[in-house]
């Protein structure tokens, strides 16, 4: 059963931090586009956006420097939703930017996951929080950084002390193709 929390609108807005990928297609203009999307979604805030990070793509396996590299950025929103709302918007960029899903972590043209909704923590396999992987990801954990110092993964720790228990980090920020 679905926690009630998760479908329960806000009675103030809440901090969110959303995490971008996209190692398909024009993957600057498709996370620039989503990012545009979510601005001017209803309920939505964009406060703050990472720049873009070029990422080694990883894969169940481990790094996969034979896949497309990815371009991976994080931003934080204020918003009125439920974080099942939140989810199903986040699902309908992902589509409207063409997001197929073949084989798990297979490549993609968008990958957005909601790293953390305010201070919730759930279990619920439709929406985890935090995101069950955000605190093991270099490609999360830097960007998120870049914008929040401080940023804390709830029952993980700081994200700094976090990234500095990772092995050595294989990001580089995008100067961008098109500049
Ligand atoms: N915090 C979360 N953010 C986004 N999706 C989540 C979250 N927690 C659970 N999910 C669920 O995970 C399902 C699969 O998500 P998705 O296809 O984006 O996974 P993935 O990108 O392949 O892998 P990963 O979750 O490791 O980034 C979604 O349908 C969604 O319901
Ligand atoms: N570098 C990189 N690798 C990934 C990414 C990602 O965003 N960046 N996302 C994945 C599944 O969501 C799997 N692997």
Known sequence: MTDSLLVTVPAHPIDAVLAFGSNLGDREATVEAALAALAAAPGV????????????????DGVDHEAPSYLNGVARIRTGLSPLDLLA???????????VRVERWGDRTLDIDVVLYGDLTSDDATLTLPHPRAHERDFVLVPWLE????AVVPGRGRADELLRGLPTSTLTVYAGERR
């Open 45 to 60: 805030e964009l406060v703050a956006a990472s720049r873009l990070y070029e990422t080694v793509a990883v894969k169940p």
């Open 89 to 99: 918007l986040v699902h309908r960029v992902e589509h409207a930017h063409g997001r």
């Open 147 to 150: 914008i929040d110092p401080d």
